[in-house]
């Protein structure tokens, strides 16, 4: 059995975009519709059982109709063509109020063949072209659905996590509970687990969250847990196996040096969970690049445009087609020297482009709360010299009255 894991799809991300005169939309949506379409040629492909796709379809609580509308394309894509399609519930897909409808409801009300849709905890069993797979979901649920507003009353926010934690934990081995041994068995969960490695979804963050350790997931009921929430692809445990998949495509400059993609997982037959042979392998998806351009000019570079222009060159390859964002560091003095438009025009290939100056400015020395060019030569001088701890009164004094000379030396030309 062949089952395709995603997530975070995040459709209506569109910071670092730019309108598309062809379709009026942002080139960035087009960026994030570029990679699913790549996902569902690789399911109908490889003629993939199901599809899993483990929460966040959207960016926004409340996507647009557009953005429903090309999500439904691909899904349909997959359930008209014979591929089952699991849509789990993110924190992302759950409206503001409780009892409005999620945005991927409208799948199960128009009761859409080969699409399940799962927004509460439920044993789910799939008819699939290489037999039946039962689906254990835990979507993202709403503190308020867990605990009432008299069980949280007096106690502190790492006490009412624990009871989240405990209740979790008692939901998923309630339903475990309820699976057949003898059918391949997967538990798709939209959640925090401890000790993953984070990535854009901190700054995405709606609400307070609520996070699982590791041990509460890996019940050996499983064949496999495919998780959601978390934007960086990553493999928490091998037996049984817990995996993130990852958000399909880049949001933003700290998942730069990720890759993006989806896990393509194989089940093997065997009489119960533990004895069938599962392998999992993750497969890269070619999505927007973000790069940054660092330049360090010095103060006596005469022509700092031309260093900035060479730094841009040098990246000529990846620069082109890509998100930069240039970080130029300068003395105050040199600053004036750029040419910005010269600079912009070499980034002109880019996708996209932020230019981003850091400026020097030498500390300017002061001496008894005055500043060195606010005092004349002379008392600067006294001052400079009464600091001095080990500099005698007497030494002080002549040193002054040389120092007088000299100066005076100086003004009359001397």
């Known amino acids: 059995m062949k089952i395709l894991h995603f997530a975070d799809l995040h459709l209506g991300v569109e910071n670092y975009g730019r309108l598309d005169p062809t379709t009026g939309l942002s080139t960035r949506l087009g960026?994030?519709?570029?990679?699913?379409?790549?996902?569902?040629?690789?399911?109908?492909?490889?003629?993939?059982?199901?599809?899993?796709?483990?929460?966040?379809?959207?960016?926004?609580?409340?996507?647009?109709?557009?953005?429903?509308?090309?999500?439904?394309?691909?899904?349909?894509?997959?359930?008209?063509?014979?591929?089952?399609?699991?849509?789990?519930?993110?924190?992302?897909?759950?409206?503001?109020?409780?009892?409005?409808?999620?945005?991927?409801?409208?799948?199960?009300?128009?009761?859409?063949?080969?699409?399940?849709?799962?927004?509460?905890?439920?044993?789910?069993?799939?008819?699939?072209?290489?037999?039946?797979?039962?689906?254990?979901?835990?979507?993202?649920?709403?503190?308020?659905?867990?605990?009432?507003r008299e069980e949280t009353k007096n106690l502190t926010f790492e006490q009412i996590n624990q009871r989240l934690q405990q209740i979790l934990t008692d939901v998923i081995a309630a339903k475990a509970e309820e699976l057949d041994p003898e059918l391949p068995a997967v538990l798709a969960a939209h959640v925090w687990v401890a000790g993953s490695k984070v990535g854009s979804e901190k700054s995405m963050t709606i609400g307070q969250e609520h996070v699982l350790m590791l041990?509460?997931?890996?019940?050996?009921?499983?064949?496999?847990?495919?998780?959601?929430?978390?934007?960086r692809h990553q493999v928490l445990n091998e037996n049984p196996p817990v995996v993130y998949a990852g958000s399909l495509e880049r949001l933003d400059f700290g998942e730069a040096d990720d890759d993006k993609g989806f896990y393509l997982v194989e089940i093997g037959t065997g009489e119960e969970a533990g004895k069938r042979a599962v392998s999992f392998d993750f497969h890269p998806v070619a999505g927007r690049r973000f790069i940054t351009v660092s330049v360090d000019i010095e103060p006596a570079d005469i022509e700092p445009t031309a260093t900035v222009l060479k730094a841009i060159a040098e990246r000529e390859g990846e620069v082109k087609d890509a998100v930069v964002r240039m970080s130029i560091s300068l003395p105050a003095e040199v600053e004036g020297?750029?040419?910005?438009?010269?600079?912009?025009?070499?980034?002109?290939?880019?996708?996209?482009?932020?230019?981003?100056?850091?400026?020097?400015?030498?500390?300017?020395?002061?001496?008894?709360?005055?500043?060195?060019?606010?005092?004349?030569?002379?008392?600067?001088?006294?001052?400079?010299?009464?600091?001095?701890?080990?500099?005698?009164?007497?030494?002080?004094k002549l040193l002054l009255e040389y120092g007088e000379r000299l100066i005076q030396e100086q003004n009359t030309g001397s």
Request: aromatic share 8%; charged share 25%.
């Open 215 to 231: 041990g509460n997931v890996t019940h050996p009921a499983f064949d496999y847990i495919a998780l959601g929430h978390i934007h």
């Open 31 to 148: 960026d994030f519709l570029n990679a699913l379409d790549k996902l569902v040629d690789y399911a109908l492909e490889s003629k993939v059982d199901l599809v899993l796709f483990c929460g966040d379809a959207y960016r926004s609580r409340e996507p647009t109709q557009t953005q429903q509308r090309e999500f439904a394309k691909r899904i349909n894509r997959l359930a008209t063509n014979g591929i089952p399609v699991f849509l789990l519930i993110g924190n992302h897909d759950l409206p503001n109020a409780v009892g409005r409808a999620t945005s991927t409801e409208i799948f199960d009300t128009l009761a859409v063949k080969n699409v399940y849709v799962s927004n509460r905890p439920r044993v789910y069993t799939i008819p699939t072209n290489s037999g039946q797979v039962q689906i254990v979901s835990l979507p993202w649920l709403r503190r308020s659905a867990l605990l009432t």
């Open 337 to 396: 020297e750029l040419r910005d438009s010269e600079i912009r025009n070499a980034l002109g290939e880019a996708h996209y482009f932020t230019i981003a100056k850091d400026i020097k400015r030498e500390a300017r020395l002061r001496l008894g709360g005055l500043a060195a060019e606010e005092i004349s030569p002379l008392d600067a001088l006294k001052t400079y010299l009464e600091s001095r701890r080990d500099v005698s009164p007497e030494r002080v």
